[in-house]
């Protein structure tokens, strides 16, 4: 599955907003998405499929029985390989709080903010 999105009941809570990113090392596709989360300065829970059984688990329960990576969960919404567009997108639709301000923005500037977090 590549830079899908699957909507369905979150390994993470369905009420959070709270952002998991199911990554392994290695993989350039998680690379990438994780350089990006740093950049943008978004807060989220980083699990390592190879480290951790459950969240393994977790993975393939979201990707039908696959360990594709990276897998991010945002609350209730799902993607699976999403490149940094696709999850910047999902933030600022799902959880637009966790994405930083810029200094001095009053809300104004809201979608100029957002073309500057698409790669």
């Known amino acids: 599955m590549s830079d899908g999105d699957r ?9 959070s907003t709270e952002v998991v990113v199911y990554w392994r090392p290695g993989c350039p596709f998680c690379s990438r998405l994780l350089r990006w989360i740093d950049r943008n300065q978004v807060p989220v829970e980083r699990r390592n ?4 059984p459950d ?3 977790a993975v393939r329960a ?8 990276p897998t991010v969960v945002i609350g209730a919404h799902l ?3 999403p490149a940094p ?20 923005d009053t809300g ?12």
């Open 7 to 15: 909507g369905g009941p979150s390994a993470a809570g369905a009420d």
């Open 49 to 52: 499929i190879w480290e951790d």
């Open 55 to 57: 969240a393994a688990a």
């Open 62 to 69: 979201i990707t039908g029985g696959d360990e594709t990576v």
């Open 79 to 81: 993607l699976v390989n």
């Open 85 to 104: 567009r696709a999850l910047s997108a999902a933030l600022h639709s799902h959880a637009p709080e966790l994405l930083p301000a810029p200094e001095g």
């Open 108 to 119: 104004s500037q809201e979608q100029g903010w957002l073309r500057r977090l698409l790669p």
